[in-house]
């Protein structure tokens, strides 16, 4: 007997039992160590940053992480399930930031380094357990054997190594270059963070600034800018070659103005002006300016104008303002031999540099900056512009590009192998390939890799006084250079470490390095590569599976890749899934701000993990494009796959114990493979008698197969909408159908059935991985002595082709009996006549070469389904009085249904009816299959009760009564229902 499931489950509660049992019973631990370390696949974790509480989002990147391997371990594969930290960088730092009120990097300094780091490692210890939770939670277990931190000494070792071998290879340089730069974080941004930041709209004032002529003052340059805060250090101006300028006098002044000619209408507009003359480039280049400010009187080549490749006539005046803020204007400026120099401070304050603005913010300077301009006569015009800036991806604040020096991986130098190594690997979806990614590479630039800020790997390269480098590649190497053990290599403790060498004093480079080369050396520093576990790293490395949203495309998918590629020259992944973004109901990407989504624990406890996971994995996220996860789309998961599941489980059980069905471990285990002894590869049965039974199996091998195969291509989506199609057919085909052989307790048919839901659990497991394990364990684990006892230990469904060989016309013959049964069942309908009422006859006319003329058992099969008496193969069929007739061209077939209802008709449609109400009653008072029950009756309509005593009989054996009697009295316990025009009092008692 079977444990009878509940009508109504708790998925949450089962799953939150299944999990205690997989804990207690090391599944996870069992499902590694009986897999052959011969047969192995790798997958990467890319690390969390351990720095909030997780999110939906994150329970999507852990359901990606959990499917591949779960499906690779039944497949027979050891997978190591390890889990990935990034401790380190601006995320870590920011939320201590936020937890103290700092407001600025000056506050952290002066706190203390010390105390600082601290705090940021302990916030990532503690965050930890949360993420375990969740990760728990969703289905997805991990075993420490792997496990590693960013933060971590060797971890640490491992990177250092790696920069020197870069550094050895002429890849690591200094240069001082114009970088994004984030003035709430202090430091610079890679551009990779610049994508993951995105842009926002902001309002600054933009304005029109007259640059008179040193050897003709009464005649001025116009330059357009929408940064004033950076004219204090202009430096040259630039003029398009291709660009026509002209001389406009300004009537009201009589001032005279060189501009664009294509851009005079819009800049003079409101102006009483004329245009004097065109004027030639060439009358230009060269020539001395006089500059709006004193505070860099006399510098080397400077206020000089030039020729710009930059230059266009989109906006402004033709005419562009360069400054050392601009990556152009820096490009023009070592042309020309002008000295960039920076005058903002690390916070974007003003240095003492520029004295008349010494401690302003850059963006609070505009304003005074523009009122100086005006009270000077240099402000031409004053107008406020909309235009995107770039944000910082942590900090959510503006970005500027700022003049730094910073250490660099010369990337540029690498773009051919990238492109190369990128070739090999296999994107899904594979447009992102050759599109987003591939056209990240073909334009990539030198990395900036270090960051100004204070907990994270510091950079190994100490400097001497002259400026002569070292770059440590281990902690004993800067022993052998110091004299000092490291104990923790973080700041401030190897910032002490000083050392001379050929009489030479060096101290190391301050910053630390990005974030984003932590997280993309994980495939060698999580085994503290080269100093130990070279052979480990070598079998792991490249991996055959990574996943994360598309947002990592230019984060960790990228960082991957450079590192890989300047180190080894190889591809660090063969296959890598990205999954979209997460919408809310309306389309809206989800916002804390706007607080439209639901947090993951609460979605979970509603409706289960698996239904979480089944929204992830069936709908276009896991495909890479955005969807909705919401509590109205998980509702539609459960009652399409969920429930239906469920409810098949319970149907088998209950006619199962009805009909004392005894487990079979053959059929759970399904060991049978290639045997000569059995017709088929290894589908356990030596034959098949019912056609419904043969076409459930075929239906399933399908599935088995399409399934594996998707899953085998990384196409998630359709290979889960496999397994939901086969539970629409296993529930609303085969078991619909078969409902009377199920009740006489049809051996065949509960076997078949026992078999293909043992075998759909398998299926299914890695994508639902508790209702699988829970409804294994009722029906298999339980029970068995040979077989696994979790499904997650069982090897993967294997198609039989033998068996679809035999059958192979057998889903085509269906899709057309099914066919007609839908040419049927619209005609009833359009005819108002429920299925209930039985008919005399369909007529059905196929031309369809899979199906030229119906067998018998596919006649008795349309008979049941449309309820007619006599279902027969026809020509040339008419439309009459009585005969309705309707056409599926793309089938080929053509059905006619004689809709006439005679007496007899009626009568059996009545009979149907009363069954029905009967059976709904049973079903209302919770009587279960085989109970023995008493009925009583009560109607005044006399065909009812003529009816009632003509099939009584017949309606007791359809309904398990054991008598049926009309009513002797009226008390409370009665129901009453519609039947027909008329209804029918009822009373049911347990005997």
Request: glycine share 6%; with cysteine; hydrophobic share 35%.
């Amino acid at each position: 007997m079977f444990t009878k499931p509940v009508a109504q489950p708790k998925f949450s509660e089962l799953e939150s039992e299944i999990l205690k049992w997989w804990k207690e019973n090391t599944i996870l631990k069992k499902s590694i160590e009986n897999r052959s370390g011969e047969n192995t696949k790798t997958f990467y974790d890319g690390p969390i940053t351990a720095n909030g509480d997780p999110h939906i989002g994150h329970a999507l990147t852990f359901s990606m992480k959990d499917l591949y391997p779960r499906f690779w371990t039944m497949q027979g594969y050891k997978v190591s399930r390890s889990l990935g930290w990034d401790c380190q960088g601006l995320p870590v730092e920011y939320e201590i930031e936020k937890n103290l009120g700092f407001k600025e990097k000056r506050d952290i300094e002066e706190l203390g380094v010390e105390k600082f780091n601290q705090m940021c490692k302990e916030l990532v210890i503690e965050r930890r357990g949360k993420i375990v939770e969740l990760e728990e939670l969703i289905g997805r277990l991990t075993n420490s054997e792997e496990e590693y931190a960013t933060m971590d000494k060797n971890y640490i070792e491992s990177i250092w190594w790696s920069l020197k071998e870069i550094y050895s290879k002429g890849l690591l340089y200094e240069g001082f270059k114009v970088v994004p730069y984030s003035t709430r974080a202090g430091t610079t941004l890679s551009n990779a963070e610049v994508a993951l930041g995105g842009y926002k709209s902001f309002t600054d004032p933009g304005v029109t600034v007259e640059f008179p002529l040193a050897d003709d003052p009464s005649t001025s340059l116009l330059a357009w800018t929408t940064t004033p805060w950076t004219l204090p250090t202009n430096f040259a101006l630039a003029l398009g070659k291709e660009i026509e300028y002209v001389v406009v006098l300004e009537k009201t002044t009589g001032k005279k103005y060189i501009v664009a000619s294509k851009l005079v209408e819009q800049i003079f507009s409101g102006h009483d002006y004329s245009i004097e003359r065109n004027i030639n480039i060439s009358e230009l280049i060269g020539k001395k300016y006089i500059p709006l400010f004193n505070f860099f009187e006399g510098k080397k080549n400077c206020f000089v104008i030039v020729e710009g490749f930059h230059v266009n006539t989109e906006n402004g005046t033709g005419i562009v303002h360069l400054a050392p803020y601009g990556e152009e204007d820096n490009e023009i400026f070592k042309e020309i031999g002008i000295v960039s120099i920076d005058v903002l401070d690390d916070q974007g304050d003003f240095t003492v540099k520029i004295p008349a603005y010494h401690g302003l913010n850059y963006r609070e300077a505009n304003s005074k900056i523009i009122e100086d301009l005006k009270n000077i006569g240099r402000l031409f015009k004053h107008e406020d512009y909309t235009h995107d800036m770039p944000m910082c991806w942590r900090t959510n604040t503006p970005l500027i590009y700022k003049p730094i020096t910073s250490w660099y991986i010369k990337m540029s130098s690498l773009r051919s192998q990238l492109v190369e190594n990128n070739s090999r690997i296999n994107w899904s979806p594979k447009h992102i390939k050759e599109g987003r990614f591939g056209n990240w590479l073909a334009e990539i630039k030198d990395w900036g890799i270090s960051r100004s800020r204070y907990w994270g790997t510091p950079l190994p390269i100490w400097k001497s006084q002259s400026g002569k480098v070292i770059v440590i590649g281990s902690f004993e190497e800067l022993k052998g250079y110091s004299g000092k053990e490291i104990t923790d290599p973080h700041k401030p403790y190897v910032d002490d470490i000083t050392f001379e060498h050929d009489g030479e004093f060096y101290s190391r480079v301050p910053d630390v390095i990005d974030v984003w080369y932590d997280s993309g050396a994980m495939p060698f520093a999580r085994f503290h590569y080269p100093f130990e576990n070279k052979e480990k790293f070598e079998k792991k490395f490249p991996a055959e599976y990574i996943a994360e949203g598309v947002d990592q495309t230019r984060g960790w998918f990228y960082s991957l890749l450079a590192i890989s590629t300047a180190l080894f020259n190889k591809e660090p992944y063969k296959n890598v899934v990205v999954n979209g973004t997460i919408l809310a109901d309306d389309g809206a990407k989800l916002s804390k701000s706007k607080k439209n989504y639901v947090e993951p624990e609460i979605l979970i406890k509603e409706f289960g993990a698996d239904t979480v996971r089944l929204n992830f994995f069936l709908s276009p996220i896991a495909g890479g494009e955005d969807a909705t996860v919401s509590t109205k789309s998980l509702k539609i998961y459960a009652q399409e796959f969920m429930i239906p599941l469920w409810n098949i489980y319970s149907f088998f059980v209950t006619y199962a114990n009805l009909h004392n069905f005894e487990f079979d471990e053959s059929l759970a285990g399904n060991a049978r493979k290639n045997s000569d002894d059995h017709p088929w590869d290894h589908i356990p049965f030596d034959d098949i008698d019912d056609e419904l039974d043969a076409w459930i199996l075929v239906m399933l091998q399908k599935t088995i197969k399409e399934c594996s195969l998707y899953m085998e291509n990384f196409e998630i989506p359709r290979a889960g909408r496999t397994i939901k199609e086969f539970l629409d057919s296993l529930s609303k085909w085969y078991i619909r159908r078969s409902r009377d052989r199920f009740a006489e307790g049809d051996i065949d048919a509960l076997s078949t059935l026992y078999y293909v839901i043992i075998e759909i659990l398998k299926l299914a497991a890695p994508f639902v991985p508790f209702i699988t394990e829970y409804i294994y364990g009722e029906l298999a684990g339980k029970h068995g002595t040979n077989i696994p006892i979790s499904i997650h230990l069982c090897d993967y469904p294997k198609f039989d082709a033998k068996f679809l060989d035999q059958y192979s016309n057998m889903e085509a013959e269906m899709k057309v009996i099914q066919s007609i049964c839908e040419l049927g069942h619209s005609i009833r309908t359009q005819k108002q006549l429920k299925v209930r009422q039985p008919l005399s006859e369909l007529l059905v006319e196929s031309t369809n070469p899979n199906l030229p003329a119906l067998a018998p058992w596919m006649e008795e099969l349309i008979s049941k389904e449309l309820n007619v008496l006599t279902v027969a193969n026809s020509q040339n069929i008419l439309k009459g009085d009585k005969l309705e007739v309707a056409e599926d061209l793309a089938q080929k077939i053509k059905v006619g249904l004689n809709i006439e209802i005679t007496q007899e008709l009626a009568e059996k449609g009545l009979l149907r009816e009363i069954i029905r109400v009967i059976q709904a009653e049973r079903k209302n008072r919770k009587f279960i299959q085989g109970e023995s029950v008493i009925a009583e009756y009560f109607t005044e309509d006399e065909m009812i009760r003529a009816a009632i005593i003509k099939f009584e009989n017949e309606i007791k054996e359809k309904t398990g009564l054991i008598d049926l009697k009309i009513m002797q009295s009226f008390d409370s316990d009665i129901s009453e229902a519609k039947l027909g025009n008329s209804g029918i009092k009822l009373k049911l008692n347990r005997t």
